[in-house]
């Protein structure tokens, strides 16, 4: 008699995910967690915002986040941490490229701004360390000070090489971080401009000046010359 027994299936793989991943989805929704934080904050402020809020916007139980963070203060210090390592990788990926110290300087300038658009740039400029304990702010000003030092070492580079005017290399790292963090304030993804073409604008005003012709080079020369008399007359005072 023929055997006609149906032959038993294949041994299945196991119904449970893998811990490579599982530690994906775990990532995956950690990050999901920060941003949707990160926005909040941007909204509201980080003392505005509750927990049970990002737990709302995620569709999931407060006791749910706890599994991927501890505390609203982790969650900012990830966001702002988070934020300026984007910039601090734009900056190294620049330092990889060739080109003058100015061709440089401007590609920094526009990574940086690109991440202040964005979620967690947004926190750094909005919310920033200042509410966190001391610990998390010392951290997060140490990553903000090598950013500031990538900056003024471009600059002199740029001073010494000639593609860059005669400028103090600590003014000017702050006056273009500064203009361009604003940027983060002021952005809104649902403006009349792109976040390109706001960037693009801002960059133009700070490499290019708004005083047209020669007057805008002597106005700078000038500057130039006179800070050291200006530093030598606070200094005996």
Not at 65 to 94: H, Q
Not at 168 to 189: E, Q, V
Not at 194 to 208: F, H, M, N, P, Y
Request: charged letters at 30%; proline letters at 6%; a positive charge.
């Amino acid at each position: 008699m023929p055997d006609t027994a149906t032959p038993e299936p294949a041994q299945s793989e196991s119904p449970w995910p893998s811990l490579r991943d599982r530690q994906r989805e775990r990532a995956l929704k950690r990050e999901a967690v920060l941003r949707t934080a990160a926005r909040i904050f941007n909204e509201k402020g980080f003392h505005a915002t509750s927990l049970d809020e990002v737990a709302e916007r995620l569709n999931v139980t407060k006791p749910t986040l706890y599994y991927y963070v501890d505390s609203k203060d982790e969650i900012l210090f990830e966001c702002v941490r988070t934020g300026l390592e984007m910039v601090r990788a734009g900056i190294d990926e620049v330092a990889r490229t060739g080109g003058s110290a100015a061709d440089k300087l401007v590609a920094c300038m526009r990574a940086y701004a690109r991440v202040v658009t964005m979620d967690f740039g947004a926190c750094v400029i909005r919310v920033g360390e200042d509410p966190l304990p001391p610990d998390s702010r010392r951290k997060l000003r140490r990553l903000k000070a090598e950013i500031d030092r990538e900056f003024r070492s471009l600059i002199a580079s740029g001073v010494e090489d000639g593609s860059l005017a005669p400028c103090d290399p600590r003014i000017a790292a702050f006056t273009i971080a500064g203009a361009l963090s604003w940027i983060g304030r002021w952005y809104r993804p649902d403006g009349p401009l792109g976040a390109d073409e706001a960037i693009e604008r801002c960059i133009a005003v700070l490499a290019d000046g708004i005083i047209a012709g020669p007057r805008g080079r002597r106005q700078a020369r000038r500057a130039s010359a006179d800070a050291p008399k200006r530093e030598a007359g606070r200094a005996r005072r």
